[in-house]
Structure formats: C-alpha cells, structure tokens
C-alpha cells in the first residue's frame, strides 16, 4: 500500500483548487496586464471546478434519472457551462482591451504609467 | 371562440408584461446592431427613445399592478420554481424598474446631443445596459442574477471606454479586472450556498436558509459574507469604494449618469439577499451581516464625503457624492426595519435622479469654462450663469438635504427610523455631517464656478450657451428628483408596502412555489458516499 492510498478524492481536488487560487490571486496583484490577465483566467479555471464539484463528486453516476440507481446533480454542470462561456467572453475583451491601453500609454503596466524607479 | 386580433396581443401583453423589461431592450439592441450606425445615427436615435419611452411605461403599468400585492410571477420555459427559472416582480423590483427607465430616458435624450457620435454601438451597448439592469432587478433565482450582473457590466466596460482616450483605458483596465474578480467570489458564494441548501432560487432559499444549521451553517454565512463583499464591490462599500471615483469621473457625461444606477444594482441585491435571505428569521444564519454592514456604510458616506470636499474637478466631486449617498442608502438597510427599509428606498431613487442630473450638468458648466473646463479653480465666466446657476442650487441643496426638497424628506425618514436603535447616535452623527459637508462642498464649487470669474481678454471663454436638448434632459432629470417632494405622501405609502411586503415569506412562498407548506422536493439528498474508488 502506498502511502498514498487513503488520501480521498474531495482532498486532492481541494487542495488542487485551493492551488490554483493561490496562483490565480498572487498573479492578479501583479503590476503588469499580461499576468493580470493570466490571475484572473486561472481564478475563473479554480472557480469553475469548485462550482461544479459543488454537486459533490460521484463515479459511475449519470446525472440522468432513471438511468441508474444513483444520480449525480445535473444543476451544477448546467451551472458551469453558463460560467464558463461568459469568462470565455469576458477573458477574450480583457485581453483586446489591456492590448489597446497597452497601445494607448505606451506600457504594460495597469496604472497605465511605469512605476518611478 | 372570436377574439380580434387586438384582443390576443392584448392577453398576449398582459401575459408576458413581466419579462418585457428585459426583452424590450434586447430585441432593440440587436435590432441597432442589424442596422448598424454608420450613416444612420438619427434613426438609431429615435428607435432608441421610442423603445425606452415604452420600457418606462410598462415598468409604471408593473409599479401600478405591483401595488395591489399581487405578486406577477413569469416561469421561464413554464417549468414549475424553484426548478425552472422564475422572474418576479413585486413593489421593490418595479420600483428599481420605473427609476432605471426614469434615469435612462433623459441621459439618452442628452447623449442623442452629439456624445453618441464619438464612438461606435453606443445606442446597442445602451440598451444591452439597460437589458442587464432590468434582468437583475426582475429576476428571482441567484445565478440567474449573476447571468444579469454579467449583462449589465459587460455593457458597462464598454460604455465606459466610450470616448476612447487614455485615461478611460487607463482606467478600463483596473475596472474590468476588479468586476471580473468579483464575478469569479459571485460564482464561489453561490456555488457555497447551493453546496449547503440544495436550491438557488430566491424563495425556496429563503424558506430554507432557516433550516440549516450546524456546520453548514457556518459555511453558509462564509458565503453570506462573500456575496456581502461582491456586492459591496458594486456598490462601493468602504475599503470597495476606491475603484468608482476615478471610474465615473473619467466617464463621458450620460454614461456616468447612467453608472448612477449601477450602484443601486448592489444596493438592491444586499437586501435581496441579506436582507430577506439571511434576514432575521434566517435560523442560525440569521443576520449574518448586521454587524458589518452598518459601521462600514457608515463609514463608507464619511470618508466619501471628505473625498469630495479635496476633489480637484467636477467629475470626480460628483463621483464622491455617488459613494456618500450610497452609504446613506446602506445605512438605512443595516438598522433592519421596515421603516428604514422604506427610508431607504425613498432616498435611494432620490440620490439617484439627482446624482444622474449632477453628472450631466457639470459637464454642461465644464462646457462653458474655456480652458478652466472642470477644474475646480477660477475661469472664464460661464455663458448662461442664471439658468446653470440655478439648477446647481437646486441640485446641491436636495443631495445636501435641505426641506422641502427630496432629499430632505429621505434623511428625515432614514433619521426617524433610527431612533431607538442601539447605533441611532453614530447614524444621526454621520448623516447629519455628510449633510452639511455636502453643502459646504457643493458652495465652495458653485462659487468657485460662477463667481470667481477670471476675466478674460475679448470677452468670456466660450460665448455658446448650451444645446437646448441638452438643457432640457438635465432639467426634466432634476425636475423628476423635485417632483418626488411633492409626491411624497403616496410615494413614502408605496416603498412602506414595498419593505412590508418583502418580509412576508408567505405571499412569496405562495405566489412562487405553490400552496403554503409544500415541501420542493430536493432530488440529490447531500451528503452521500462520495467517490467509493478511494478506499
């Protein structure tokens, strides 16, 4: 047995989101738009998964009644969808407008000036 | 059976009156964007006031059925709450229905005097706006709001570019990534709330919410307060705040004025959701953000106040006073009574009109003011100082409250309804000097503008006086707040039956889900044996 047997799913993939969070945020408070941009896709990724496995995690569980003698919860999946195409929408302008400030101020940084030395 | 056709696009009407709000605009905007803007502005400008004219007249015929307690519910697609998604329109949703149509109206009117032509899609992204703040106030299930709140901003940070330039890319950027940020704790406080209570939709939760109890109990507060923080994101609560100024100040004119509404939208979800959700008969979640949420409104309208006696320009003092109002509004949520609660709604539409119109107007002065412009220093003498002059007293005295305009009433109403509440000192304090500091704020400008004239060499700076059109959107705007004074009396009866009739589970639960008592039924018991791969 390995060390690893007893560790559950529910821990793996919260500590996985917990993770990528951290990533997401530390990337976030950084000054220039690139990484920005980066933080907040890899929160939306975190917070997508934590949504969906908000329905709890099941295997071998159609989330379809009468298809089995247990069902996962089809409302979160539905839920995730709607999340992830308005962040698909919403990620796709963040990086046309950082492009167009980039292009207006002539930096990358979000203050729209480079920071005094 | 002979029904005229008349008669079937009548039931038609009175059947689907409840999402018209939402659909009115959506249709015209994607009507703008199949006609397109490029050499046919003066239509686009008449379908726009047409449909937004229409908008506000079904959210009046919505206020007037609204105000016989019947509670209109629309269930999307015809499945049955708290399955499918259900629109709801009480007196609260109608009211925040007629003031984003009262507010819309005369701002379109303004920017139909030459802003809409500095930029392209701005009557579509107009009324794309206006489709997400109608949905978020209509709509009865939680993610369904947040579908509305990603309409509504999507719309907002491209209006705010309106204009272009490198300030409002400038701040662009730090606007989109802060909504989007708070987008991504929206989605985690309703994922927790569905995690812990099985349901989203606003009646069923309410119902349920009291049954939690124990650890779930707990986690279910961590995403009360969550969504307190998103929320307050909008609205512009105190450590939330320091985004909206510079983002309303480097606005064109009309889309600040319309941004007046969009901290209402965060007003109007906190007492939604911590109001009536996790309001007092919530169990043991019950009241989660009372201790939050007064202190920091409070604070919230002091330090908003202070920031607008140092600002530099117009804008940005207009900005301040947005923040100061809203503070006021929350603090009169926070003491949790209907009273306040009615208080706050009668100030809310209040500040809001005024707010919009302040928005408009200084940019009217700014106009006028040679290269002064909106700096708060001595200029060049303004072309029509009686009529701008005069409207900015008016502006000024009902934000700062003085009798008998509205503003005054608002206050007084907050004031009475905090008498007997432990905090009523510190809101007495804090309403009071935001008050006075608002009128001394608003002096040192008026004077600054008017009087302390730099004379110029050849004449005043700029000799055109403003634009009719554009005088008569900011009148009619100021106008609609100084009515509200002489409707008083039947408006104060209106949101007192709004506040009554938001803490009547029963009317809701009825009007929602069905006959009193009836258990929804809840499919996926939690928690069941999770992965059983693990062991």
Known sequence: MSLFANISMEFLVATGIGWVTACGVYLMLRGRSFPVVLGLTLLGYAVNIFIFVMGRLWSAAPPILGQGAVQADPLPQALVLTAIVIGFATTGFVIELALRSRAESGTDHVDGREPRA | MNMSFADVMMQLFRQHLAVLPVLLPSFTAMLMLLIGDRDSLPRLRRIALVSVALGLMFALKL???ADDDTLRVYRVGDWPAPFGIVLVIDR???????????????????????WDSHGRHFHALFQFQLMGLNGAFVTGDLFNLFVFFEVLLIASYVLLLHGQGRERFRVGVQYVAINLAASALFLIGIALIYATVGTLNMTDLAQRVPLVSGDDAVVLKAAALILLVVFGVKAAILPLHLWLPSTYAAASAPVAALFAIMTKVGVYSILRVHGVIFGADAGASALTVEPWLLPLALGTSALAVFGMLAAHTLPRMVAYMTVASVGTILAALGLFSEAAWSAALYYMAHSTLIIAALFLLVELVSAQRGDAADRLEAGPAVAQPALLGLLMLLAAASA????????FIGKLMVLQASSGHEAQTWVWTVVLLVGFLTLLGL???GSVLFWSVRPEPGGSGTTAGASPRLVLATVSLIGAGVLMSVL???LKRYTDAAAVQLVDRRAYQEAVLGAVGAQTTQPYVFPRPASEGAQ
Do not use: D, K
């Open chain 2, 400 to 407: 700062a409250g003085l009798p008998p305009l509205p503003g």
């Open chain 2, 63 to 65: 206020a007037m059925e």
């Open chain 2, 488 to 490: 008083a009396g039947p």
């Open chain 2, 443 to 445: 002096a040192r400008a």
């Open chain 2, 92 to 114: 609260l949703s109608a009211l925040m229905l007629v003031l984003t149509q009262a507010v819309a109206l005369p701002v379109l009117f303004y920017a139909s005097g030459g």
